[in-house]
Each structure stands twice: as C-alpha cells, then as structure tokens.
C-alpha cells in the first residue's frame, strides 16, 4: 500500500518560512511599543496578535512539513519560475501598479481626483476597453463615496 501525500504549490513552503519569520519581526516591534507585557498597556494588544500571527504561522508549518513538491518541478530555480508565473500574472502587476501610483498620487493630488482616475483606469482596463459605461460607474461610485463621508459621517477627504 502506498502512500499518498498532498502536493506543495510551488514556493509554499518558502512562503511558509518568510511568514514565521514576519510574524517573529512583528512581535519583537510589538514589544518595543512598550518594553513589558502588561495587560492595560498600549503594546498588549499588538503583542496578542503577533503572538496569534506566530502561533498561526507554526501551525502552517506543522501541517505542511508532509507535503511534497510536484514531480514535475525539477529544481529550486524551476519552482521559483513556475511561483513567478504563477502568482505573477500581468493583470495582477497592472493592478498592484497602478495602486502604488494611486496611493502616491494622494498626496498630491486630491482624494476624489486620484480615485476616480484609478478606479476609471482600472474599469477600462479590466473591462476590455468599454470606456463610456467604465466612466459612468467610476462617477457613481465617486458620488456614493462623496455622500457617504461628506454629508452622512461628516468626515472631510483630502
């Protein structure tokens, strides 16, 4: 009787790794809010979630230290090229992009100008050109986002 084991996506168990490592990073900047665990601190709370994230993280570890990586990937660098094209699609790098340059664009730009522009430029694009019915959803969005904080929670937008 053979056994059968579960398949690793490519880069998994590597992304495993970093997340341990991350959540390890985090709980040392949570404790560096306050220097001490005490329950009413400031830093207790940051502290609770890293150590949620670290428990988290070693738990994942645990459950896939059995799996396998696929046969068919043959070495480190082939499960870095098929991660790469896997998880790196272009309409994925567009997208992250083109949220960098949205985010940068805040600052110098107003709140409602920088968002109809990425909204309305990412409507376009994911929906194959259609530039009209693109605009007109971007200002209804726009127009919802505009009631909403300005006249329901009376909060100003930069």
Do not use: C
Request: proline share 3%; charged share 15%; aromatic share 16%.
């Amino acid at each position: 009787m053979s056994k059968q084991f579960e398949r690793v996506q490519a880069g998994e168990k590597a992304f495993d790794w970093l997340l341990l490592l991350f959540s390890i990073g985090v709980l040392i900047e949570a404790f560096r809010i306050d220097g001490e665990i005490r329950l009413n601190s400031a830093g207790s709370f940051p502290v609770g979630l890293a150590l949620v994230m670290l428990a988290s993280s070693v738990a994942i570890l645990f459950s896939h230290r059995r799996k396998r990586r696929d046969p068919r990937i043959r070495s480190a660098r082939h499960e870095a090229e098929v991660f790469l094209h896997e998880h790196f699609q272009p309409h994925i790098v567009i997208f992250s992009v083109v949220a960098v340059l949205y985010l940068a664009a805040i600052v110098w730009a107003s709140f409602y100008v920088s968002t109809f522009v990425f909204l309305a430029a990412l409507f376009i694009y994911f929906r194959q050109g259609k530039f009209i019915s693109s605009l007109i959803i971007t200002s209804a969005a726009i127009a919802v986002i505009y009631g909403l904080f300005t006249m329901v929670f009376r909060v100003y937008l930069p």
